[in-house]
């Protein structure tokens, strides 16, 4: 039976701005379970009134698409506030990783941690999220560093999206540091990546796309080029943590591979912005790790905008450098520390945020797309990057069904 809800105000996100609908109406339905699509949209005036419906009122409120965090490391066992005690007390990020801390005091926990475990640990962070109207997660693997613990980690990710109403995509992130085992020789660990974990993930479909951080402390451009041409040939497509904490041409090398995304660009230069908006690269950006890492460079926002960079906003939840379960926070913080509108922050959680998963089906609320919808207790939109850590979601539906948050 088709879903028919009325007397609400929509922010379609398929522009112009917000993409508002004042007093609109949305139908929902057709399509299996799973695949439950928008039949119509428009204003409340135009509603089509054919077929079996059960009608809902939504007494006045907003909606938008249920809205999608692109970058998070959410499954992960350990802890690491004192990691950051140190960086108050003046360590930096660097220093702390190169003496064993920081990823790979991660890896320790996670490796040791079995799946139930990590399960059990991520699902509340999970829940955290949708609890603010998320209903599409990307989960990053990187802190197992071996075939077996990266695949466990995968596993739990999926698991997750499974046993939720949330879509989980998954991102094999096993170049994210390199393993104590192969200190002494990081290309023998590239090797294992590309010929046995990547080809086995490929196999089991554990991964939608492959992820790599390329910077002086982790991965070489040369070695992330070798990740990348590997998941070419597999299928997967690829994305980067780029330009975190120095300028290593991130940017731009993500653009020559077709990247979905280039993440982070604290560093990215205004060659490697050029870069991006040549190859259609969404630029992701992460102010919970930049504020948690007390940086101080910005990313170029506004040579992105120039030049028409897709800019997407996540919270990177990680207990390293983003500890943060807030989608609706890491879009205050957009809008604060890096002066993104609070049309941008939206644009940024929803239709770029689809953008940079490479998901066409959600994103914005047009007939065709999921029925994925948050409804808000909000006065207009722009309030979703005014408000953090103030509950203000109605109810999510995903998949065209009221879900539980
Ligand atoms: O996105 N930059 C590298 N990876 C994560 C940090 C992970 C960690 O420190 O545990 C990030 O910030
Ligand atoms: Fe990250």
Redesign the pocket.
């Known amino acids: 039976m088709d879903l028919v809800l009325t007397d609400l105000h929509v922010a379609t996100m398929a522009g112009p701005g917000y993409g508002v609908i004042e007093d609109g109406a949305i139908v929902a339905g057709g399509g299996s379970a799973g695949d439950r699509r928008i039949r119509w949209i428009g204003p409340r005036s135009g509603l089509p009134g054919d077929g079996a419906v059960e009608t809902r009122s939504l007494g006045g409120r907003w909606v938008t698409p249920a809205l999608i965090d692109c970058h998070t490391?959410l499954v992960f066992a350990g802890d690491r506030s004192g990691e950051f005690e140190q960086r108050l007390g003046g360590a930096t990020y660097e220093e702390i990783a190169r003496a064993g801390g920081?990823?790979l005091s991660?890896v320790r926990a996670t490796r040791e941690a079995s799946a139930d475990e990590l399960y059990a640990a991520a699902l509340p962070r999970v829940q955290a999220l949708s609890a603010e109207g998320v209903g599409t997660i990307e989960i990053k693997s990187g802190y197992g560093l071996d075939v077996e613990s990266e695949l466990k980690m995968l596993s739990v990710a999926r698991r997750l999206g499974e046993a939720t109403a949330v879509t989980v995509r998954t991102s094999l992130l096993a170049a994210?540091a390199i393993p104590p085992e192969y200190e002494r020789d990081p290309d023998a660990y590239v090797d294992l990546i590309c010929d046995e974990l990547m080809p086995e993930v490929a196999a089991g479909k554990l991964a939608d796309a492959v992820d790599a951080?390329c910077e002086s402390i982790a991965f070489s451009a040369e070695q992330v080029s070798r990740l990348f041409e590997r998941a070419a040939d597999l299928g997967l497509p690829v994305r980067l943590?780029a330009d975190?904490l120095s300028d290593g041409g991130g940017a731009a090398l993500a653009a020559r591979f077709g990247a979905l995304s280039a993440d982070?660009l604290e560093y990215t230069s205004p060659g490697g912005v050029r870069a991006m908006a040549d190859s259609g690269v969404v630029g992701v950006l992460?102010p919970g790790?930049f504020v948690t890492l007390g940086e101080t460079q910005s990313p170029p926002i506004d040579a992105m905008r120039e030049r028409g960079v897709p800019i997407a906003i996540a919270t990177?939840c990680?207990?390293?450098?983003?500890p943060i379960c807030s989608l609706r926070s890491a879009m205050m913080l957009a809008a604060r520390v890096f002066g993104l509108t609070p049309e941008e922050c939206l644009a940024g959680t929803t239709r770029e945020a689809a953008r940079a998963l490479g998901l066409d089906d959600r994103g914005t609320l047009e007939a065709g797309k999921r029925a994925d919808v948050a409804v808000w207790d909000v006065g207009h939109p722009r309030e979703l990057a005014y408000w953090f850590g103030t509950p203000q979601l109605a109810e999510l539906i995903l998949d065209g069904q009221t879900t539980a948050f």
């Open positions: 490391h920081g990823i991660t994210h951080y943590h975190q982070h992460l790790a990177d990680n207990p390293g450098t983003s």
